[in-house]
């Protein structure tokens, strides 16, 4: 991702298997140190029970962090009165991207010649 | 305590004042040169300012009318500097230039005040700098500077001038006003009261035209002429109509039919009757009725004794009783023949002479006060009740009262009248508290009625019980003579009474204020701490003003959230894609399940997650802390009722770790400690194929029964890896088999393909993997 953009991230997620409840709530947590969670947004759910796909923006990261690799991992709850709880870290790996500089424009000078 | 005068949004005042003068001449004299004729309010300030200092003389009103009554009308004025006196030029040279002042508050619709050239439509708040200081209007209100109007005229013979100029002036309202001056030494006039009047440019109540039908397409009606509508009748709304003129009195009633629903009556009490002494029960129709013994709205003990009543049971029936003190019993009476009913259906009108019911022709004199209702024909039972304040299914209380019936302005006006102490209550803090906390109860009171107030009136206040307070911790303005009695948990404060007078500098319609302040106890429950208030007029009979009662509340959270792990799995769909890139996971993604070991202890593998669920039922979870055990004590976890922290250092196989958590709620409770012991399983079960042989030949086309084992030294087996395979629990060794596989071909392709070594470290998969 640009340093200067968001990034969006979906994921579709039930709790279609076991109990059906529906999913609750959905987090993504991001950071540049492990456990990487030092940051997180609240997913938007799909409405109904739950079931079906969050949205997550992970918020413009600025210059600074050019360079750098954000991880994040997910975790959801479901609707039960004891709730369940997931994450998806990619098998333990975290979901990675590369901060990269925006897209830059080169301007070479114009030189008038009297 | 007395406050500032400060103008309510049914208030309406306006000032004079004459600046650059020297003396007050005679202060009663003032009073006198005000005063109305019809609708024209005739300011002569000529005939009594005479030289007045810079901060002279003040005449101000007051409206104490219904907050919602300040509609069309109007005061026209004169400011006439015509005094009659012929002065020298020197004096003249001294009234020169005078600046008149004209200022004052009112809040409102359509509201013009005009004086001279200079308008002001809906005049709003002035900034803190245009008013002068010795308005103290609180912030509000309207201001017109103009030079006072000049027009000399000079004798011939004499050489000496007088000032002819006059001023006109308008101001849009309906006003009551007390009347008082003040002069330089703060010395003030005998208050006195005019009003209230309604100070328009309509016309005087109309005549309707009586043919049985109230023609409201042709608003032979006017709006202000309807006394009330009352939508409680079962066989429909009902409205009542009054208006009158010299000689009579004209009601209509529409919505209902006399000869089939009900019967009316129209109760009079006027003053001084014929009889003066009548009676509070209705004429023996069916049934009885008590008339109001008081009315609290209105006045306090000044029952409603009635005089005359006239009743309509049909468009032939009808007539007018008297209510006879010497015999003590209710008798006909003939009514002039001018008295008129025209029946039109659902619909009713009736004219009747004053005269016949005791009330003198024009409008001095008499007092009058009128009551309606509809009953049912046969049980009695009420069925409508004008004034609509009347509970039908409690009883009579109140009652519709003139002065006099002058007729100017819709008789609906400013009815019932009233002194209404309302009782408002905050409590703070807003959010939720705990056990100990402080709070506190503030509770303001105030006419908001047209009368003030008489006898005594006093707020009672009842104290929860986990609540640590009592009536010591009661301040604020309550008369602290009679103190404030306690009654239980109940403190009765005698509230400051209103001030009769509705003057500059003193507190019109007195608003007072108590507060109560106190701890929640430290055995409190969880849920609303409420004190109760009601402003009610007597200490004994407990007669009550509508919005009477005040609940000020503070919600406690006594109850600390709940933490904890989560050691169950959701499981479903779970797959993420980033920025329309790659999607990772399956359609089978699951969650950290985790396998209980013992009491508190669960097998966990080199993934493992930290992560659980907290709930408060109250202020909410604010704050989550964990502790990984590893020596680092509490430290904050992300999120709340979904929580986790990913920073736990995996133990070495077979090793335990202890895990705790504890939340805070909203207002500082905090949970008791969960703890959660971790025994790390890291290798992976052990599996083989027993059943086909490796190597061995399967039939093509049929169902191939596989068994195998597997095996697991610590945490067990917890299920194979397909869909189709059956968990067999967790003790090893576990025989798991794939039973009837319907997906003919790839199981073939498969068990022809595959070895059984790659089948047997195909499935299942390992959980700890």
């Known amino acids: 991702m640009t340093s200067t953009h968001p990034l969006a991230v979906t994921a579709n997620i039930s709790d279609a298997l076991t109990g059906g409840h529906g999913v609750a709530a959905a987090t993504l947590y991001y950071g540049y140190i492990a456990p990487y969670n030092g940051f997180q947004v609240a997913g938007a759910g799909p409405g109904g029970n739950g079931d079906g796909m969050w949205c997550f923006a992970i918020p413009a990261q600025g210059g600074s962090h050019e360079g750098q690799t954000l991880h994040f991992f997910i975790a959801a709850q479901d609707g039960d009165v004891t709730p369940a709880t997931t994450t998806h870290n990619n098998d333990g790996n975290y979901f990675q991207v590369q901060i990269v500089a925006s897209e830059s424009k080169v301007y070479l000078p114009l030189i008038m010649r009297s | ?769």
């Open chain 2, 1 to 769: 305590m007395h406050e500032r005068f400060q103008p309510r949004a049914w208030d309406v005042g306006i000032l004079f004042l004459i600046e650059q003068t020297a003396a007050v001449r005679n202060l009663d004299s003032v009073a006198s040169g005000v005063g109305f004729a019809g609708t024209t309010l005739n300011l002569n300030l000529g005939d009594s300012l005479g030289p007045i200092t810079e901060r002279g003389l003040k005449l101000q009103w007051f409206n104490t009318a219904s907050r919602e009554s300040l509609g069309a009308g109007a005061i026209a004025g004169v400011i006439n500097r015509y005094s009659g006196e012929w002065i020298t030029d020197e004096d003249r040279q001294a009234q020169a230039n005078l600046k008149l002042v004209l200022a004052g508050w009112a809040h409102g619709q359509n509201i013009v005040v005009q004086i001279g050239a200079t308008k002001i439509d809906n005049p709003g708040v002035l900034a803190p700098g245009e008013v002068p200081d010795y308005l103290e209007l609180a912030g509000t209100g309207w201001e017109i500077l103009s030079t006072l109007a000049e027009n000399w005229e000079r004798d011939p013979q004499t050489g000496r001038l007088q000032n002819k100029g006059t001023m006109a002036f308008t101001i849009s309202l309906t006003i009551l006003f007390y009347l008082r001056t003040v002069d330089n030494a703060g010395n003030r006039s005998v208050p006195m009261r005019y009003g209230p009047f309604r100070l328009d440019s309509e016309e005087p109540p109309s005549t309707p035209v009586l043919d049985g039908y109230l023609d409201e397409a042709s608003n032979e009606w006017l709006e202000g002429e309807r006394m009330g509508h009352d939508t409680r009748p079962d066989s429909g709304p009902q409205s009542f109509y009054m208006t009158r003129d010299e000689y009579n009195f004209y009601f209509a009633w529409d919505g209902v039919g006399w000869n089939t629903d009900g019967d009316a009556f129209i109760y009079f009490n006027v003053d001084p009757g014929p009889e003066s002494q009548g009676i509070t029960t209705t004429w023996d129709y069916s049934d009885t009725h008590t008339l109001p013994l008081y009315n609290i709205e209105r006045m306090p003990n000044y029952a409603f004794t009635a005089d005359y009543v006239f009743y309509v049971e049909g468009a032939d029936t009808w007539g007018l009783m008297r209510w006879m003190s010497t015999t003590t019993s209710w008798e006909p009476i003939t009514a002039s023949v001018t008295t008129t009913l025209l029946y039109g259906g659902d619909q009713v009108e009736i004219s009747l002479l004053k005269a016949d019911v005791g009330v003198d022709t024009g409008c001095a004199g008499t007092e009058t006060s009128v009551l309606a209702f509809a009953q049912e024909e046969m049980t009695g039972t009420l069925i409508s009740a004008f004034p609509t304040t009347n509970d039908i299914f409690v009883g009579l209380t109140d009652y519709y009262n003139w002065g006099n019936l002058c007729p100017s302005g819709p008789p609906a006006e400013n009815q019932p009248q009233a002194a209404s102490m309302v009782l408002d209550g905050t409590a703070r803090p807003s959010g939720a508290v705990r056990r100990g906390d402080a709070v506190t109860y503030t509770f303001t009171y105030q006419n908001a009625g047209l009368l003030p107030i008489e006898g005594l009136a006093h707020v009672w206040l009842t104290l929860p019980s986990d609540l640590d307070a009592d009536c010591d911790d009661i301040s604020g303005d309550y008369n602290t003579g009679l103190g404030i009695q306690t009654q239980g948990n109940t403190c009765i404060v005698p509230v400051v009474q209103d001030s009769p007078m509705y003057v500059y500098e003193l507190p019109a319609r007195y608003t007072g204020m108590l507060t109560l302040t106190g701890q929640v106890s430290t055995t409190a429950s969880t849920g609303w701490l409420t004190v109760t208030g009601v402003i009610s007029h007597d200490i004994t009979s407990e007669l009550d003003w509508r919005d009477n009662t005040a609940t000020p509340a503070v919600e406690v959270d006594a109850t600390p959230p709940q933490a904890a792990f989560s050691t169950e799995a959701m499981e479903g769909l779970f797959t993420v894609q980033a920025g329309g890139g790659a999607i990772y996971g399956g359609p089978k993604m699951q969650g950290p399940r985790t396998l209980q070991a013992a009491a508190d202890t669960v097998y966990v593998g080199p993934n493992m997650q930290v992560l659980g669920n907290a709930s408060d039922n109250r202020s909410g979870v604010v704050r989550i802390e964990v502790d990984l055990g590893d020596g680092q004590g509490w430290r904050d976890a992300s999120g709340t009722t979904l929580w986790s922290h990913a920073g736990a250092t995996a133990p070495a196989d077979g090793t335990s770790l202890t895990l705790r958590v504890r939340a805070t709620d909203g207002v500082g409770n905090r949970s008791d400690e969960v703890t959660l012991n971790v025994v790390m399983d890291s290798v992976a079960p052990q599996s083989a194929i027993l059943y086909p042989a490796d190597g061995s030949p399967v039939p093509l086309g049929q169902t191939v029964p596989i068994t195998g084992t597997s095996a697991d030294a610590r945490s067990g087996v917890e299920r194979g890896g397909h869909r189709d395979l059956h968990p067999h629990g967790p003790a090893p060794p576990t025989r798991w088999g794939i039973r009837r596989h319907q997906e003919r071909r790839w199981w073939c392709r498969s068990t022809k393909r595959r070895t059984p070594s790659a089948l047997a470290s195909a499935r299942p998969p390992s959980r700890a993997a």
